[in-house]
């Protein structure tokens, strides 16, 4: 992040993406998670896990040819999940927090040269944000609540 503030991050976290819980229809909860410094890391790794097994799809079609929908968040703060803010930085990103299924889908399209995902290989598509609101709830204890899928 390019910012100037004091308490601003000095490095982009990708998992905030996920873990910050606007109010929208297109949150793949209503639960908003209290966080806790002590076990950040551990919170942050289930609810982006939760958010990627809910929200992303990856479908075969044949031989090398995959239709992969993403969440708009991915779209929008690319630049958080890899060096380049590219698609296939957004997919190394989260990859490991993906289905084994969704994972094999995706080595069709992997260059093992690059060490990149080939863009031209697959149908790319982000979903709908909705912006309208919904109520939320507070969940009492994060790292119980949520469970690993």
């Known amino acids: ?8 991050l000095a490095r982009a976290d ?3 993406n996920f873990a910050l819980n606007p109010g929208s229809l297109s949150m793949p909860t209503s639960s908003v998670p ?12 289930r609810v982006t ?5 809910s929200a992303v799809s990856v479908k075969e079609k044949g031989s090398r040819d995959v239709t992969l ?3 708009r968040v991915c779209q929008w703060f690319c630049e958080d999940f890899g060096p380049n803010g590219s698609t296939s930085d957004v997919l190394v990103a989260i990859e490991p927090y993906m289905s084994e299924e969704k994972r094999r889908a995706l080595q069709m399209i992997w260059n093992t040269k690059k060490k990149s995902y080939e863009i031209g290989l697959f149908n790319l598509k982000f979903l709908h944000y909705n912006f309208e609101c919904r109520f939320l709830t507070l969940e009492g204890d994060h790292s119980s609540n949520i469970a690993d899928d």
């Open 69 to 71: 929908v993403l969440p």
């Open 49 to 53: 896990r939760k958010f990627v097994r």
């Open 1 to 8: 992040p390019k910012s100037h503030y004091l308490f601003s």
């Open 34 to 45: 209290l966080y806790k410094a002590e076990t950040l890391n551990e919170q942050l790794e």
């Open 14 to 16: 990708f998992r905030i």
